[in-house]
């Protein structure tokens, strides 16, 4: 078995029809994963969709209502930029208790990975950019709220800035939010982060991996968080259809580690969440994720991990 667990749900995979969105390829990293013998069926946990009061923890009630009773505006819809129905809904849901297990398995494990989720364009009261709710920013709140938790920080290495988790944690002193993405991208307008790192057309692994590193020191030095959830998009892949980063694999899997070895040798447990993705070979983002589920157990093994308020 891995050291540590994979959160699935096969209500992830929504059938978007010819979508940019490859909803398809959290049932291929599963299947990947298992074919190459990487992973167990022992090793997958399946997730629960959350109820009412979690998802308000980061989004309002009028919105958590609007998506139980599907009174959305067809503003609303359009700005959601995919079809909106129940299974949509419950869809996202699952995610938002994915990566709320996902944390809590970190907490025991050091990492745990969730297949889905990091869907950080949603904010408090309406969803975008493909993203309904929050997965990230209900996570934090629901194992602050039980006490798991006190500080966490997010790592978006997404292509696109964390403009939701950004808007709901802002003025946050318990949530440092770390964004490293494409400046001339979505979202056209970009709340502040606690850090951002802008990057232009066509950076390179050399100057995207430099840059993380050392944002990632100066984050580290200022916030000592119990928890980093990471947001490990593939969209930053140079053959990404919604991007314009040039990454590379190994420029990828550097990244990963650079995030992963950060994260636990400060005593911060580490949730995966896997984000963007839309390479013009749908294989090619199962590629880089699977490989972020790879190197998170090479780190972990590495690295090892013990909580600060055990050090």
């Not at 209502?65 to 849901?93: H, N, Q, W, Y």
Request: charged content about 20%.
């Amino acid at each position: 078995m891995l050291p540590f667990r994979l959160v699935y749900h096969p209500g992830y995979g929504l059938d978007l029809g010819a979508h940019v969105f490859p909803a398809q390829k959290y049932r291929l990293i599963r299947e990947r994963l298992l074919k190459e013998g990487f992973a167990e069926e022992e090793d997958f946990v399946e997730p629960a969709s959350p109820g009412d009061e979690e998802l308000q923890f980061a989004h309002s009630p009028e919105w958590i209502g609007s998506l139980k009773a599907g009174t959305l505006s067809a503003p609303d819809i359009a700005r959601l930029e995919i079809p909106f129905s129940p299974g949509t809904v419950e869809a996202f849901r699952l995610a938002a208790g994915g990566t709320t297990v996902a944390g809590r398995l970190a907490l025991q494990h050091g990492v745990a990975v969730n297949l889905g989720g990091g869907f950080l364009h949603a904010f408090r009261g309406h969803g975008e950019g493909f993203c309904v709710i929050n997965d990230v920013a209900v996570a934090i709140r629901t194992l602050q709220h039980d006490g798991s938790i006190r500080t966490a920080m997010v790592v978006n290495c997404d292509v696109h800035q964390g403009n939701g988790v950004a808007a709901i944690f802002s003025g946050d002193d318990s949530v440092f939010t770390f964004s490293i993405h494409q400046f001339n991208n979505y979202p056209r307008i970009k709340p502040r982060s606690s850090a951002d790192i802008h990057l232009r057309d066509g950076t390179d692994d050399s100057e995207y991996c430099s840059r993380l590193e050392a944002g990632l020191g100066l984050a580290f030095a200022r916030f000592h968080p119990d928890l980093v959830v990471y947001v490990a998009g593939a969209d930053p892949f140079y053959q990404d259809r919604l991007g314009g980063l040039s990454l590379t694999f190994d420029g990828l899997r550097k990244r990963d580690r650079l995030v992963l070895e950060a994260a636990l040798r400060h005593g911060a447990a580490a949730a995966v969440t896997l984000g963007g993705g839309y390479a013009i070979q749908v294989e090619d983002t199962v590629t880089v994720h699977v490989n972020t589920v790879k190197v998170a157990k090479l780190v972990l093994e590495n690295v090892g991990w013990r909580r600060r308020d055990d050090a």
